[in-house]
């Protein structure tokens, strides 16, 4: 089969290394669609969709005037590596669907063509902040490297990363939450991407891991963490009965509706769609309670 090649764009990285990345950045997808699920009390899911090799004019002449950036800085550990740029891109409507969640929306007003507020760009910078950790945390799979936010950018003119002839790697991400789907451009120089993962391999990975297990226990600690931070709804279920449609239709203040169940009889408690717990019933001070008198 022929292919056309334009050498005026020449393709640098080989399959092996563009499989690498997909690798880091998967890693990078599964954490960040675990974070947000448990963040926004929304399920949410991450793929890569392509990842390509392009000029960084043809990557800025796509952007649109509305748009929200990321700046983060690669730090690698060592010091063998210079520093690396990288520019993360969000679809304004992740951003105000991220925002309406975390005010207490429910998420579906989002698809808005204004700029963002002070507050909400204070919002975004903090979200932001915390998907450079993510993407550090991907990198120190392979290597010692920290990622910090230096700035949150809106203004596409303003942005600046590289010459306009430079080559840059760019990972397209779709990101799925209800009835939104949108992406996620991570951009980066493509000698930057080179000198960094020329120093890591699966071996190195490897090897790194087995010698590194205080590095192991710390990134374990950190995923704990993010689970018991997830909010859960815990339910005790007094009875269950059913009544005809009349019958709750004519309910009013005062009604009586008998259990038939004893006080001191177990209850069950259940946490999300799940009975995990028998309780007594009781009260503590001024407030009703359960005592858990089993584990299921």
């Known amino acids: 089969?022929?292919?056309?090649?334009?050498?005026?764009?020449?393709?640098?990285?080989?399959?092996?290394?563009?499989s690498t990345v997909e690798n880091l950045y998967d890693t990078f997808s599964r954490?960040?669609?675990?974070y947000l699920t448990g963040l926004l009390q929304v399920y949410c899911e991450i793929h890569i969709t392509r990842i390509v090799e392009k000029r960084y004019q043809e990557y800025?002449?796509?952007?649109?005037?509305?748009?929200?950036?990321?700046?983060?800085?690669?730090?690698?550990?060592?010091?063998?590596?210079?520093?690396?740029p990288l520019v993360m891109e969000l679809d304004t409507a992740l951003g105000f669907f991220m925002i309406e969640r975390l005010l207490g929306g429910a998420g579906t007003e989002y698809d808005l063509h204004r700029d963002f507020t002070d507050i909400e760009k204070a919002i975004l910078e903090y979200l932001l902040g915390r998907f450079s950790e993510f993407v550090g945390d991907a990198w120190q799979g392979y290597m010692g490297v920290e990622a910090h936010l230096t700035g949150l950018q809106t203004n596409p003119h303003l942005l600046q990363m590289s010459a306009p002839e430079d080559v840059v790697i760019m990972v397209e991400l779709e990101v799925l939450l209800?009835?939104?789907?949108?992406?996620?451009?991570?951009?980066?120089?493509?000698?930057?991407?080179?000198?960094?993962?020329?120093?890591f391999g699966y071996k190195y990975a490897m090897n790194n891991l087995k010698q590194d297990d205080f590095k192991i226990r710390m990134r374990q600690q950190f995923i704990k963490q993010h689970l018991l931070e997830s909010e859960v709804e815990l339910r005790a279920i007094l009875n269950t009965f059913a009544l005809d449609a009349q019958e709750v239709m004519d309910l009013k203040v005062g009604?009586?509706?008998?259990?038939?169940?004893?006080?001191?009889?177990?209850i069950e408690v259940f946490v999300?769609?799940?009975?995990?717990?028998?309780?007594?019933?009781?009260?503590?001070?001024?407030?009703?309670a359960v005592s858990i008198s089993k584990v299921l």
């Open 1 to 18: 089969m022929i292919k056309t090649y334009d050498f005026k764009s020449p393709k640098k990285f080989t399959k092996e290394r563009m």
């Open 31 to 34: 954490s960040l669609a675990t």
């Open 60 to 84: 800025s002449s796509q952007i649109e005037d509305r748009s929200l950036f990321g700046l983060v800085t690669l730090l690698p550990e060592n010091k063998e590596c210079n520093e690396a």
């Open 178 to 199: 209800n009835d939104l789907s949108a992406n996620i451009h991570i951009v980066m120089p493509a000698p930057n991407v080179e000198e960094l993962t020329s120093k």
């Open 255 to 266: 009604d009586v509706i008998p259990i038939g169940k004893h006080l001191d009889t177990d």
């Open 272 to 288: 999300e769609d799940m009975a995990c717990f028998e309780a007594k019933l009781g009260h503590t001070k001024l407030n009703k």
